[in-house]
T-cell receptor, first 109, second 115 residues
Framework: KNEVEQSPQNLTAQEGEFITINCSYS?????LHWLQQHPGGGIVSLFM???GKKKHGRLIATINIQEKHSSLHITASHPRDSAVYIC???????????FGKGTRLHILP | DAGVIQSPRHEVTEMGQEVTLRCKPI?????LFWYRQTMMRGLELLIY????????DSGMPEDRFSAKMPNASFSTLKIQPSEPRDSAVYFC?????????????FGPGTRLTVT
């Protein structure tokens, strides 16, 4: 079993829809990261959080440490949001970073 | 700032050849990470440096892989000899701080194909 699990693996939605991507982990962590990888391959860090909630534009990330779960929300989704969204955690025990397999999001115009 | 710079962007080589990937981190950042991304395994941390010192290389697959950071502005990842299973995209990332406690800035990646 992977230590970081994302769901769904693939998501197709219409422009304007509210999007939720989930990340569950099974290890103790000091930080959780959400990354965005566009079709061209470049990776951008969207959020790093260890508690609560962060918001940047139409993107919101939440984390529940007790439940070992994080969500990434996109409001008013747009075709340019089409990308792979990757959850990663920094493990408490050794500071290693481990990654989920990613969620491929496709927003239709 | 130009961001993290990686070269080459694409590399095609034959099995058995030596491959050297290069990375220039963002000026002022003191931690540098090498990652590998494949379809099967996703993103994996290979090694990370803090203040030019390798801190954790447990992700390096085997002795054919080596990484150096001779100074704060340059790092290399070398594969010798290369094998087809090394084909992947290799990313370099840098940050200020230690390990995974800070936001990382990724380079554009080097796509390696070993035939």
């Amino acid at each position: 079993k992977n230590e970081v699990e994302q769901s769904p693996q693939n998501l197709t939605a219409q422009e304007g829809e509210f999007i939720t991507i989930n990340c569950s982990y099974s290890v103790g962590i000091s930080a959780l990261h959400w990354l965005q990888q566009h079709p061209g391959g470049g990776i951008v860090s969207l959020f790093m959080l260890s508690s609560g909630k962060k918001k940047h534009g139409r993107l919101i990330a939440t984390i529940n440490i007790q439940e070992k779960h994080s969500s990434l929300h996109i409001t008013a989704s747009h075709p340019r949001d089409s990308a792979v969204y990757i959850c990663a955690v920094t493990m408490n025990r050794d500071d290693k970073i481990i990654f989920g397999k990613g969620t491929r999001l496709h927003i239709l115009p | 700032d130009a961001g993290v710079i990686q070269s080459p962007r694409h590399e095609v080589t034959e099995m058995g050849q030596e491959v050297t990937l290069r990375c220039k981190p963002i000026s002022g950042h003191n931690s540098l990470f090498w990652y590998r991304q494949t379809m099967m395994r996703g993103l994996e941390l290979l090694i990370y440096f803090n203040n030019n010192v390798p801190i954790d290389d447990s992700g390096m697959p085997e002795d054919r892989f080596s990484a150096k950071m001779p100074n704060a502005s340059f790092s290399t990842l070398k594969i010798q000899p290369s094998e087809p299973r090394d084909s992947a995209v290799y990313f370099c990332a840098s940050t200020w701080g230690t390990s995974g406690q800070s936001e990382q800035y990724f380079g554009p990646g080097t796509r390696l194909t070993v035939t």
